[in-house]
């Protein structure tokens, strides 16, 4: 009698245990497929320009005998790398020697050091604003002025413009330092449809 008991129980014990196991694999069934088809739906959002977003970085024309040429400078520690057209050229930095202004060791550099000086100054006030907008975002390919407070920004024409402008909406603040009132159009390439993006 107390060998049958024994094993009623042992059957007793089993059941109970396959029916724990099979109701934790139907519950994890169902919260996997519940996110699964949660997150399907959800628009996944892209990130512009993430490689630049620890690095200062400035992007402007400056004026030459031949036109003007791009000039992209870099933060890589306490020097700045300078490209020109697309070719490095050179590193600066400001020289506490020299009362903090820009020196460098390039000759190719030299000549165009006082006028990339000159940007860098102005880059935190509207008027320089450009420069921070086109390093920071690469999706940006030129912006040009309207106005003295209508500021034109082009992008490329395989950039999504509706992400982008909401991004730009949300995280230009934080590149702002200046407390004038500017208004960004932002147009892609070859088109006149524009999103107007205000700051202050």
């Not at 520690?77 to 070719?87: F, M, S, T």
């Not at 034109?152 to 230009?172: C, P, Q, R, W």
């Amino acid at each position: 009698m107390k060998e049958i008991q024994t094993i009623q129980l042992s059957q007793k014990t089993k059941g109970m245990i396959i029916g724990a196991i099979t109701a934790f694999a139907l519950t994890a069934s169902y919260l996997l497929n519940k996110r699964k088809h949660k997150n399907k739906n959800k628009p996944v959002p892209k990130i512009f320009n993430k490689d630049n977003l620890t690095m200062e970085r400035y992007v402007f024309k400056l004026p030459t005998d031949h036109g003007e040429i791009e000039a992209v400078i870099e933060q890589g520690g306490e020097c700045y790398a300078v490209h020109l057209n697309g070719a490095y050229i050179g590193n600066m930095w400001q020289d506490e020697d020299k009362g903090m202004l820009w020196n460098t060791h390039d000759n190719g550099l030299k000549p165009y050091l006082s006028e990339i000086a000159a940007n860098l100054s102005e880059a935190f006030s509207r008027k320089g604003f450009p420069s921070i907008l086109k390093g920071t975002y690469n999706e940006i390919l030129d912006t040009n002025w309207k106005t003295s407070e209508t500021l034109e920004v082009v992008i490329g024409a395989n950039t999504d413009m509706e992400v982008f402008s909401t991004f730009l909406k949300d995280e230009v603040l934080n590149l702002v330092t200046f407390e004038e009132h500017l208004d960004l159009m932002v147009k892609k390439e070859g088109e006149d449809y524009f999103v107007l993006v205000g700051i202050n």
